[in-house]
């Protein structure tokens, strides 16, 4: 199982991006996926994330700015970032919940994509 992640880069603050992430390999389904970010000399904190029902969580820091969905056709997991702001700026990393077979659920981590939001 692999989650790949993608659409990070630089923006100016008050601007917007779009990260997609993306399970392939041995699944049978996905319960919660969900985005972290790490700042430089921080700890990885849960920005948001989503159950399988559409439940949705989100960090107060980026409540009505970031929207989580996914398309569980495509097994794909997406973050709508609006109104950045430079202390956004970090690794962000997804990760999902992931049903094999027989039942065994593991956590998966994408490879992380860079957020640059300049002042």
């Known amino acids: 199982v692999q989650l790949q992640a993608s659409g990070g880069g630089l923006v100016q603050a008050g601007g917007s991006l779009r990260l997609s992430c993306a399970a392939s390999?041995?699944?049978?389904?996905?319960?919660?996926m969900g985005w972290y970010r790490q700042a430089p000399g921080k700890q990885r904190e849960l920005v948001a994330d989503?159950?399988?029902?559409?439940?949705?969580n989100y960090a107060d820091s980026v409540k009505g700015r970031f929207t989580i969905s996914r398309d569980n056709a495509k097994n794909t997991v997406y973050l709508q970032m609006n109104s950045l702001k430079p202390e956004d700026t970090a690794v962000y990393y997804c990760?999902?919940?992931?049903?094999?077979?027989?039942?065994?659920?593991?956590?998966?981590w994408g490879q992380g994509t860079q957020v640059t939001v300049s002042s």
């Open positions: 990760n999902g919940r992931i049903v094999r077979r027989f039942g065994v659920v593991q956590d998966y």
């Open positions: 989503i159950t399988s029902g559409d439940s949705t």
């Open positions: 390999g041995s699944i049978f389904s996905i319960n919660g």
